[in-house]
């Protein structure tokens, strides 16, 4: 890491819209020494009367699905429409899919050379909990420097999608035509989470087959509980190499912020958001205090081997544990 500037320095650096400063914040908020945290607990503290003006925008769907070829074009539609647009990443397998993040730099090409577009590849080490701590951290920092846009983009493989949920107030689920819901791995939970769903690679021969599935989606989102809000989330095609389609999503989301925003849903659910986070760094720090506790910590190992060994009953061990 650079040198560190003084806190006032990238607070006014942001809120200068200056994006090496922007970059170099979420930089700091990434780092796990604890002299950074300290440092970027602060940052946020004073950046946050100028957040929250926004749209957040989750984009989820399996490797390979078109996300980033999506964002790239989508992104573009944003710009044309006067907004500033910030894409951040959430990869949880970071391990397993090393590839992405170079991926996303070539197949962002066009949004990644925007002056009014900033780009960030997710954070490459930490707990998934962890990870998408830091990107809503790293959402406010944008929204101080202006970005209106910010779309977290995520790999759909099952754990990191209720996290990203928590972040964003439209979450949108790519998925293949004629590929089986067994075969992208999405389980229902996550469609259940969609506030709408989009069949990517609708051209060539893929067309037909497209359509058919879009149908056959929309016909089981119907199936599904009403939401809180009363939207019934929207199903549509598009061709991102193609640029077809595209307008239409952006449509879908405008109208489910016009619809929440009516509705007051749309602060509701941030300030449920606000609490989830809220709930579970204190969870976090319930457990870190518990954990740091050497006393605790050897009632803890002693009461793990008693029931391995089957001497004592899981209650009676838990109750150990917290008796003195
Ligand atoms: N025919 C067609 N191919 C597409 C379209 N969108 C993306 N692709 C191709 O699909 C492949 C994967 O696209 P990506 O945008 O990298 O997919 P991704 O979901 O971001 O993948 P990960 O980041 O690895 O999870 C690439 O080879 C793209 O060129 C589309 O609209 N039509
Ligand atoms: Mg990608």
Redesign the pocket.
């Known amino acids: 890491m650079k040198n560190l500037l003084s806190i006032n320095k990238y607070v006014e650096g942001v809120l200068k819209k200056d994006i090496s400063v922007l970059a170099r914040a979420i930089t700091l908020i990434e780092s796990s020494k604890e002299e950074h945290q300290e440092i970027s607990k602060q940052i946020i503290e004073k950046i946050l009367p100028y957040t929250g003006k926004s749209v957040r925008l989750g984009i989820t769907?399996?490797?390979?699905?078109?996300?980033?070829?999506?964002?790239?074009v989508f992104g573009q539609i944003l710009v044309q429409k006067n907004h500033k647009v910030a894409v951040l990443a959430v990869?949880p397998s970071s391990t397993l899919?090393k590839?992405?993040i170079l991926?996303?730099k070539t197949?962002m090409e066009k949004l990644s050379i925007d002056d009014h577009v900033f780009i960030r590849p997710s954070p490459s080490s930490g707990s998934l909990g962890g990870v998408a701590r830091k990107t809503r951290e790293s959402i406010l920092l944008c929204e101080a420097a202006g970005f209106d846009y910010i779309i977290i983009?995520t790999?759909?493989v099952g754990q990191s999608e209720t996290e990203v949920h928590q972040l964003t107030d439209f979450f949108l689920l790519?998925m293949l035509a004629g590929a089986g819901d067994e075969l992208q791995g999405i389980k229902r939970g996550i469609m259940e989470m969609a506030d709408g769903v989009t069949i990517?690679?609708?051209?060539?021969n893929?067309l037909d087959k497209a359509k058919i599935a879009r149908a056959e989606y929309a016909n089981a989102i119907h199936l599904f509980p009403p939401t809180e809000s009363g939207w019934i989330p929207e199903v549509k095609t598009?061709?991102?190499?193609?640029n077809n389609g595209i307008e239409e999503v952006y449509d879908m989301i405008e109208k489910y912020i016009r619809h929440t925003q009516s509705k007051n849903f749309f602060q509701k659910k941030r300030q449920e958001q606000t609490t989830f986070w809220f709930e579970s760094l204190i969870q976090e720090k319930i457990k870190e205090h518990f954990f740091s506790d050497k006393n605790f910590l050897q009632r803890y190992n002693n009461a793990k081997e008693h029931i391995t060994k089957n001497e004592i009953s899981i209650l009676n061990a838990v109750n150990s544990v917290f008796t003195k």
């Open positions: 769907g399996v490797p390979g699905v078109g996300k980033s070829t999506f964002i790239e990869d899919s590839g992405s991926g996303d197949r983009e790999v759909g790519l990517t690679k609708c051209d060539g893929n598009c061709s991102s190499t193609e």
